[in-house]
């Protein structure tokens, strides 16, 4: 198992940037994907972006051009840079990883685009 701790959530006024972090508890090199996804309220969590092992990104449609997913290698730490935000953009962020069979999500960060 995994323990994801999630940072860096916040309030933000449309337009601007926030960058989250995403702290493992092992080393980030045996973990085989890892990711953020996001649930505003009423509607199902969804994907936001990914990165694998190897270096390769995967965006939802949505976030295309404004956000980047990136990987600390030495801090094991997964990190995605939010700008341009949109108070579409509004939910609750979650960093997950998987590996194997296995999968582990984090608590989840709030983050809020005023208009």
């Known amino acids: 198992q995994v323990h994801l701790v999630e940072s860096g959530g916040g309030l933000v006024q449309a337009g601007g940037s926030l960058r989250l972090s995403c702290a493992t508890s092992r080393s980030i090199f045996s973990i085989t994907v890892m990711g953020w996804y996001r649930q505003a309220p009423g509607r199902q969590r969804e994907l936001v972006a990914t990165?694998?092992?190897?270096?390769?990104?995967n965006y939802a449609d949505s976030v295309k051009g404004r956000f980047t997913i990136s990987r600390d290698n030495a801090e094991n730490t997964v990190h995605l840079q939010m700008s341009s935000l949109k108070p579409e953009d509004t939910a609750v962020y979650y960093c997950?990883?998987?590996?194997?069979?296995?999968?582990?999500w984090g608590q989840g960060t709030q983050v809020t685009v005023s208009s």
């Open positions: 990165i694998t092992s190897g270096g390769n990104t």
């Open positions: 997950n990883a998987k590996w194997g069979a296995l999968v582990s």
